[in-house]
Nanobody
C-alpha cells in the first residue's frame, strides 16, 4: 500500500517561510506518475497548489507563482513544498497527493496558518 506522511506545517507570520515534507512508502519513488500539493481552507474547495511530473516538470497555481517551489529528494523518497513570502490567504490544510500505478493516495494533511 502506498502511504504518505506529511510534516512541516505550523504558524508563521506574513512574509515568512515554511517547508512541507511528504515522505512516501509502499511504492518505487521514481515510478510515481505525479506528485502534488493541494490545500483546503475552511469552507473552501480543495485546490491544486503545485504539481511535479515524473519527468520533473513543475506547475503552480497563479496565486503562488514566484513564492512556492516544489521539489523532490529521491534518496529520501520525499517531495517538498517550499513556501516563501507567505500570505494570510495561504492559510489552509495542505495535502500531499501522489499517483502511482492504479493508486491515488493522499497524505493526512498538515495545517499552515499565516498571521497578518
Amino acid at each position: 500500500q502506498v502511504q504518505l506522511v506529511e510534516s512541516g506545517g505550523g504558524l508563521v507570520q506574513a512574509g515568512g517561510s515554511l517547508r512541507l515534507s511528504c515522505v512516501t512508502s509502499g511504492t518505487i519513488f521514481s515510478m510515481i506518475k505525479s506528485m502534488g500539493w493541494y490545500r483546503q481552507a475552511p469552507g473552501k474547495q480543495r485546490e491544486l497548489v503545485a504539481s511535479l511530473s515524473r519527468g520533473g516538470l513543475a506547475n503552480f497555481a497563479d496565486s503562488v507563482k514566484g513564492r512556492f517551489t516544489i521539489f523532490k529528494d529521491n534518496a529520501k523518497n520525499t517531495v517538498y513544498l517550499q513556501m516563501d513570502n507567505l500570505k494570510p490567504e495561504d492559510t489552509a490544510v495542505y495535502y500531499c497527493n501522489v499517483v502511482a500505478g492504479l493508486s491515488e493516495v493522499w497524505g493526512q494533511g498538515t495545517q499552515v496558518t499565516v498571521s497578518s
